[in-house]
């Protein structure tokens, strides 16, 4: 199904919403993950059930901060309010995770010296960390919920995030297997079902993990081997 028809789990893409809205990257088109999900989600859950709603809440949450430039014409937070907190690190305003440089960057901030990160956010923009996962993740990297604890305002639910190595990550080799991590999540939401306040606590080492397991090419190995202490090139 194509951004300018509607998507199935995300709300705001009709084809008015994605004539009026000024995107990041261009109108978003999720028919490859979406077919990603369908084929690998666990979980089924009833239209209008609390699961369902809150994952159609967290796909299209996603969906803004990734993709939508003005945070004015974000519909599912308050952008003036809004922090978003990772791993228990100090929670960061709309403003300060958008100078990061989009959402990977902000999901994989870390307090590992340089010389030690498979990823580095501070070496990458939105436009750069945006063109290393979707060309590793080339279907998409799908998301599911798989339990809600406890309902709006302060919604708390478990989540599993997933897709297939089949492109190269910082130089090393696809191998086509599945890339998986879990995790939980909070939302609180105000008196208009706005997001206010969003945690996530996760290992980032379930994601990059199964990102190093194929062979280095030579060339990034002699770009590694001199300042990261896990590399050689022997």
Known sequence: MAASEGDKYRSYLTEEDVKNTTWRFGPPNYDAVNKLFEEGRTKIWPVGSLEEKVQRLVKTWEMEIVHKVNPDEYKTLDAKKFTLGINGRKALTLEEAQK????????????????????NPANETAESSQKVFT???????????????????????????????????????????MVEFFGLAIFELDEHSKAVKAEFFYDPGQLLGGLVKGKMSDEHKAETSSSCPFFTTA
């Open 135 to 177: 060309t590793t993740f080339a279907r998409g990297f799908a998301v599911e919920i798989l339990q809600v604890y406890s309902g709006p305002p302060v919604i708390v639910y478990k989540f599993r995030h997933w897709g297939f190595m089949e492109g190269p990550f910082k130089g090393h080799a696809p191998t086509g297997e």
């Open 100 to 119: 990061l440089g989009g959402s990977y960057n902000v999901f994989l901030q870390t307090g590992l010296p340089e010389n030690f990160r498979v990823y």
